[in-house]
């Protein structure tokens, strides 16, 4: 395998101070191809989708880690392999320095307490049936965390309030909420068995900016408050500005570049990363006069039959014949600075 | 210069079970031949649905225009008869859809689309047709043309799709585009291939494009002139310049404080607007943003602000608009 491990030699960067320096979580090598089959009966293999195709990072203690890039470049993919929703085809994760494939069932219990997720779109990740405080009791009932009734509402009432909603809102249903809201709740119920890391997949897209600001200030307060560690997923380039502190870009299944937040969007070196950045429009017309509105040309092509050697070969401007067959590795270019391209 | 198309407060309503909502309650702005004027705004502030007024398009049951004119190259277009609206649909002024697939037939080949919006609005032959449709593909960027337009909606990506409505926009070449979050879907890079090629096509054929967005970088980019709605009302028009170097409403200033940006260092504070929209059949006769406005007084609550001119073009409906520059207080 050609990848090389980002995690272990990036000490030199600088980020701030409530981040530990211990890892929590280590990816090492990962894939996930999905088989694609044909016939009834007897069903065959006939393509596979590399969804993610070796990719490798780790995310420190109280660290927040972005993972951005269009669609279908993988992101959610790599959370769901955390999560241990898909069996990953190759590669190992390691929470708190353990294999997290070797855990025996009450050992994996314990640490779906840990793990917990933010998904986007909080229309459909909320039980309709539930009054928010079943929904925001159940990861408790589930794991027998409180048994107790009244200790339990207790403890859903100080969830909704520290979420910034009315503990009356136990008694209501998500659909008598908002968007914004019941994001509120997702992220409730998320935080009711006390978790070290949440994967946050794509937690402020479906929301109107105003209202995104009110969750991004949430997510923020929470971490600082709880000391909690985010995988913070996102294809929106400046609220993961905004948020993290490492970021890692994408594309078609592998990490192209790696870096600290600012170093990583004031000085972009991989080709697709610059073009990424170019496309995001500022909120600001002076400033948008005066940049250069080039395009990069061409679509994502499908991650089926991805392109031999650098896979962003066909759209790259700087590319030259030896990135038809060579794979490019991740290279700590800069202290703490990653990027897989042969020709920077 | 004459004025392309101008709005008189224009009403639209919706007749539900819940209520009457005001979704478009009072709007008025105007448009130049060759402009492209942007109108940003939360979901539900009544952008689609003032859109959707201009060419008739609100469903009806439950909506109805109630009120005000719409005046196109000095035709009322509520005035029109049925017959009369359909020729400007598409031919005078075309509309680009958040989502191609539901304009699109999927049916029917994408050559086929193209050239029956042809014979039927420009009445060529289909020959005449099949060659415009070629020529129109490669406007857009679409190469292998000949291929392709025998080919159906789902063979294509939505981005390419996007490219082929702007193909038809431009068919039956319209003095005015009105595009409804015509990248919402899309890739940032995809979005950024698809506004460039709106910009120039339009910039070089002359057409106006309206476009509407919640994305206030797009609105930044691309347009010449802003209009900012909330709750079914214009709260603030002016220039790109003016909306967003001095905004003068609470709502502009609000969202301005609270849009994360690509140009801004890791951690820097965001402001949000504290509360949520209306519900637009409950509004009362104040200010709709008064909850969530910082600067509301007395009067706020009594009477709707009207929209009024603060200097050089810029207009705000704001009952402060002229104390919004003191130091807003500190965020909690
Ligand atoms: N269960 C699955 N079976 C087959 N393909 C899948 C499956 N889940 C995801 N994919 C494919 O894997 C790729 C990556 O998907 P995803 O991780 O959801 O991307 P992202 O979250 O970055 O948009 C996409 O091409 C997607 O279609
Ligand atoms: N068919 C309809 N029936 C009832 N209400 C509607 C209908 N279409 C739109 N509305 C209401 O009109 C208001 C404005 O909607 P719209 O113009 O689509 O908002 P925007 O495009 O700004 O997101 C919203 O409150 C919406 O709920
Ligand atoms: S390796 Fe080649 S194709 Fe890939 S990003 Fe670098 S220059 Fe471009
Ligand atoms: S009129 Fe009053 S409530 Fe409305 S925006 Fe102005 S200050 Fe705020
Ligand atoms: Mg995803
Ligand atoms: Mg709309």
Not at chain 1, 241 to 257: D, F, N, Q
Request: aromatic share 6%; with cysteine.
């Amino acid at each position: 395998m050609s990848v090389v491990s980002a995690p272990e030699r990036t000490e030199a960067v600088t980020v701030s101070s409530v981040v530990g320096n211990e890892p929590i979580l280590e990816v090492k090598g990962l894939k996930m191809y999905f088989p694609i089959s044909e016939g009834v009966v007897f069903t065959r293999k006939v393509a596979e989708v590399k969804a993610v195709d070796g990719i490798s990072f780790h995310i420190r203690k109280g660290e927040t880690f972005g993972l951005v890039g269009e669609s279908g470049c993988g992101k959610t993919t790599t959370g769901r392999c955390i999560l241990q929703l898909e069996q990953a085809t190759e590669g190992q994760i390691f929470f708190d320095g353990v294999n997290i494939a070797e855990l025996d069932r009450r050992e994996l219990s314990a640490l779906r307490q840990k793990i917990q997720v933010i998904f986007q779109d909080p229309y459909s990740s909320l039980n309709p049936r539930m009054k928010i405080g079943e929904i925001i009791g159940e990861p408790m009932r589930v794991h027998g965390i409180e048994p107790d009734a009244d200790k339990r509402h207790a403890r859903v009432a100080e969830l909704l309030s520290i979420c910034g909603l009315d503990p009356k809102f136990a008694d209501r249903y998500p659909h008598e909420m908002s968007g914004g809201q019941r994001q509120r709740v997702g992220i409730g119920r998320a935080l009711a068995l006390n978790p070290e890391f949440i994967i946050c997949d794509e937690p402020v897209s479906a929301l109107d900016v105003s209202i995104q600001a009110q969750v991004i200030n949430l997510l923020e307060d929470l971490r600082d408050e709880f000391g909690l560690t985010y995988l913070f997923i996102a294809h929106d380039l400046s609220v993961v500005r905004h948020l993290c502190h490492r970021v890692a870009v994408m594309y078609l299944g592998k990490i192209v570049e790696l870096a600290e937040c600012d170093e990583l969007y004031d000085n972009p070196i991989h080709p697709y990363t610059q073009a990424l950045l170019a496309a995001v429009p500022v909120p600001d017309p002076e400033i948008e006069s005066k940049r250069e509105h080039k395009v990069m040309k061409g679509e994502v092509p499908s991650p089926i039959n991805p392109p031999s050697g650098c896979v962003f070969h066909p759209r790259c401007p700087l590319a030259v014949e030896g990135c038809r067959s060579v794979v490019p590795e991740l290279r700590e270019i800069k202290p703490g600075h990653w990027v897989a391209c042969t020709e920077v | 210069m004459a004025k392309l198309l101008e709005l008189e407060d224009l009403r639209t309503q919706f007749f539900t079970t819940a209520g009457t909502v005001k979704a478009v309650d009072g709007v008025s702005y105007d448009i130049e031949a060759g402009e492209t004027v942007g109108i940003v705004g939360e979901s539900g502030c009544g952008k689609s649905v003032s859109a959707l007024s201009i060419l008739r398009l609100v469903p009806d049951p439950p909506g109805k225009i109630v009120g005000g004119k719409i005046l196109f190259m000095g035709r009322n277009l509520l005035e029109l008869s049925d017959v009369e609206i359909r020729k400007v649909r598409g031919h005078e002024i075309a509309m680009v859809f958040q989502e191609p697939m539901t304009s699109l037939n999927p049916v029917l080949t994408i050559g086929r689309q193209i050239t029956e919006t042809l014979e039927q609005h420009m009445g060529i032959d289909r020959q005449e047709a099949d060659a415009r449709a070629v020529e129109l593909l490669g406007m857009v960027g679409i190469s292998d043309a000949e291929r392709r337009l025998k080919q159906y909606p789902h063979h294509f990506s939505g981005g390419m799709r996007q490219r082929v409505m702007i193909a038809m926009a431009l068919s039956c070449e319209p003095k005015l585009i009105i595009a409804d979050e015509p990248t919402t879907a899309l890739d940032v890079t995809i979005q950024a291939q698809i506004l460039e090629l709106m910009k120039d096509l339009t910039r070089r054929l002359g057409v106006a494009l309206i476009i509407i967005t919640h994305n206030l970088g797009v609105v930044a980019r691309y347009a010449d002139k802003v209009n900012v709605m909330y709750a079914g009302k214009i709260v603030e028009k002016g220039s790109a310049r003016q909306i967003y170097h001095n905004p003068s409403h609470p709502y502009t200033i609000g969202l301005l404080a609270s849009v994360p940006r690509l140009d801004h260092k890791r951690g820097t504070k965001l402001v949000p607007i504290e509360g949520q929209p209306p519900d637009l059949t409950l509004l009362d006769q104040g200010c709709a943003f008064r909850p969530r406005c910082r600067f509301a007084e007395d009067i706020c609550t009594r009477e709707i602000p009207p929209l009024e001119e603060v200097g050089g073009g810029q207009y705000s409906a704001c009952w402060q608009k002229d104390k919004l520059s003191q130091p807003a207080p500190a965020a909690s």
